[in-house]
């Protein structure tokens, strides 16, 4: 069995400020994990994942995330924020042999100027 | 229903066949997506509807792939002779808009295997 936990369904920042998106995950086997993006009227966008090679992944845009096998977490951060980061933003855990991939609820991401 | 409904859940299917792909998003919702997951990739996004039309086509791998949503409903996704490589787990995923702010519901995928 697999599951994905965002802790934060809204996240609210300034601008220049750091960004800190969490996602918790439980998996039986080594999972795969992804941050995806989505903004308004696009498809989702994979910004970086994890496939058990280094654990700190750095992604487009500036982000970067660090797979934590002790923590089972999977924090998504960026130290500026800008405002074309506002958008949605989906922790996904996938590993094959459990069937199938595992979504999150999403955590919206707002930057204040 | 309670979330996205896809069917069916397993395809096996022979190379050159065709095979459809439906998807019952929650009712209300306006905005509706399809995904492609192959082994040990991430998400690719296929098409996205809101209501009946298609305003971004732009995922769809090739001619032999097509989508259409009725009565701001079902989705079915076609795929026309198949090929080994369109083996992966086809999501579909839906929001009550398109607009920022809306969760966006997930299904729990059709995988198709071409043999």
């Known amino acids: 069995a697999q599951s994905v936990t965002q802790l934060d369904s809204h996240v609210s920042v300034s601008e220049g400020t750091p960004v800190l998106l969490r996602c918790n995950y439980s998996s039986s086997y080594s999972p795969s994990l992804f941050w995806y993006v989505q903004h308004p009227n696009k498809g989702l966008q994979l910004l970086l994942k994890?496939?058990?090679?280094?654990?700190l992944v750095k992604g487009i845009n500036g982000f970067e995330a660090e797979f934590k096998k002790s923590e089972t977490s999977f924090h998504l951060t960026k130290p500026s924020a800008h405002m074309s980061d506002a958008a949605e933003y989906f922790c996904?855990?996938?590993?094959?042999?459990?069937?199938?991939?595992?979504f999150g609820d999403g955590t919206t991401l707002t930057v204040k100027p | 229903g309670a979330g996205v409904s896809q069917s069916p859940s397993n395809k096996v299917t022979e190379k050159g066949k065709d095979v459809e792909l439906r998807c019952d998003p929650i009712?209300?919702?306006?905005?509706l997506y399809w995904y492609r997951q192959r082994l040990g990739q991430g998400l690719e996004f296929l098409i996205y509807f809101q209501g009946n039309s298609a305003p971004d086509k732009s995922g769809l791998p090739s001619d032999r792939f097509s989508a259409e949503r009725t009565g701001e409903s079902v989705s079915t996704l076609t795929i026309q002779r198949t090929q080994q490589e369109d083996s992966a787990v086809y999501l579909c995923a839906s929001s009550e808009s398109k607009d920022r702010g809306n969760t966006i519901y997930f299904g729990e995928g059709s995988w198709l295997t071409v043999v």
């Open positions: 994890y496939t058990s090679a280094a654990t």
């Open positions: 996904v855990v996938s590993s094959f042999n459990a069937g199938k991939s595992t």
């Open positions: 009712s209300g919702h306006t905005a």
